[in-house]
């Protein structure tokens, strides 16, 4: 088992020194999915949801939030960012979103992915909330992290029910 690495000999939570670390270039990819009605996806397919385009509002919102991680999670390194790109895809009962983050930096851009994907899939039930209170936030998750002492990381794709 590996070394919990913010917690100090005392076991008080640190923000972990990367000072002496290679600047690499890394690159972080996550995805969630919002499972809709399909009387919302209805309304986000013709553009006739109440308060807007609820997928561009979404994108923004994840971007938005890649930039405000350390902010966010008191732990992370604050990082300037090189690219922070979101899709939003509209599917038959659900949106995926997806976050592609990169850097230039010491660190991780792992958590400013994941960051982006639950501020994005939150700013749509906020926009969507008045036709479908029932929405659903799920599999928020890293699937690619690239660059680092680490290296690569994919997450394996799984069958249903494993």
């Known amino acids: 088992m590996s070394k919990i ?3 100090d000999e005392h076991g008080h939570a640190r923000m972990v020194d990367v000072g002496a670390k290679a600047v690499t270039a890394r690159t972080a990819v996550a995805s969630a999915r919002v499972r809709i009605d399909k009387e919302l996806h209805a309304l986000i397919a013709s553009g006739k949801v109440p308060k807007g385009d609820v ?3 979404a994108r923004i919102a994840g971007i938005m939030a890649a930039k405000k991680t350390a902010e966010l999670i008191p732990l992370c390194h604050p990082l300037s960012l090189d690219r922070v790109e979101l899709t939003a895809t509209l599917e038959a009962r659900s949106v995926t979103l997806r976050a592609t983050v990169s850097t230039t930096a010491r660190t991780g851009v792992e958590m400013e992915a994941m960051t982006a994907v639950s501020v994005a899939a939150l700013a749509l039930y906020d926009m969507c ?6 929405m659903v936030i799920e599999r928020v998750q890293l699937d690619e992290k690239r660059g680092g002492k680490s290296g690569t990381f994919r997450r394996r794709q799984r069958t249903h029910g494993s």
């Open 5 to 7: 690495t913010h917690l």
């Open 55 to 57: 997928l561009a509002v």
């Open 129 to 134: 909330k008045s036709v479908d209170r029932g």
